[in-house]
């Protein structure tokens, strides 16, 4: 079960203490509070400036379900490296990744949102995003009483696409999301990241709140560090109570550590090796 990091924060400094570090950092519900609506989530401006701090010491890696171009321009930070749509789409001066066929992919999202539109625009509060390579389906502002008609509806509809092996869907906060048929995911994403740049040979710590994130902490098990925000789940490292503390948190972070680390002492260059 996961520690509550407040209360382990020794613990934590030791497991990094002789570490090259490096951090990988959702954006919604980590660095932004959840909203109604998701284009009004923005990062505050002292959220803002603790990452342009802690990129000059730590690479630094932003990674949401976001459309890529999303992410970077609500982010707007230079020098840190953009995964968007749960890494389908990475991003920075010295990386760049897409995944194969998102030609396909987008044509194909393109044709299931037009036909979900016309199914669920009866039902007050829903929003459909199409970011591309993937796409959402929020219903935060749907009245409760609705919401258990929308997600049948939405998954009936989106049956055919996934038999016919077009789509997948997966489930965070109050969202459905709509994923292309492919093996991969924010974990692979990371380790992707972690064989590139100055993200080489470096322990990752990685901070998120949502289901997505679990692909990540399972990759990070035994090589990295994981904390979840506003759980306490079993395949986490340590837990932060709610989103308003994971500013203090890196700050901490910034202030406490000095970037002069040995390389990992473990094998996380021999683990992450080969590509996909």
Known sequence: MSKYINKAIGE????????????????????????????????????????????????????????LDDLQEKVGIDGVVYAGNHGLEI???EMSFRIKGASRI????????MDLEPIIEGIK??????????????YRLVDRRETPRLIEVVKEKLSPYIEEG?????EGKKVIEIRPPVDWDKGKAVKW???????????????????TD????KVLKGCGISIVVGHRWQDTDYFLKGQDEVSGFLKWFGLSLDSRYINCRNSCSDYYAGDP
């Open 12 to 67: 934590f400094k030791e497991r990094i203490r002789k570490e090259k570090v490096s951090l990988f950092l959702d954006y919604d519900g980590t660095l932004t509070p959840i909203v109604g609506r998701h284009e009004k989530a923005r990062l505050s401006y002292l959220m803002k400036e603790l990452l342009r701090k802690l990129k000059r010491s730590y690479p630094v890696a932003v990674i949401s379900g976001r459309g």
């Open 91 to 93: 991003y920075s001066e």
């Open 106 to 113: 987008k044509t194909a999202l393109n044709q299931i949102t």
């Open 125 to 138: 509060g829903v929003i459909v995003e199409n970011k591309g390579l993937t796409a959402s389906i929020h």
């Open 166 to 170: 077009k789509v997948r869907i997966t």
């Open 193 to 211: 990241i972690l064989r590139r740049g100055g993200f080489k040979g470096t322990m990752p710590v990685y901070i998120g709140d949502d289901e």
């Open 214 to 217: 679990r692909d990540a902490f």
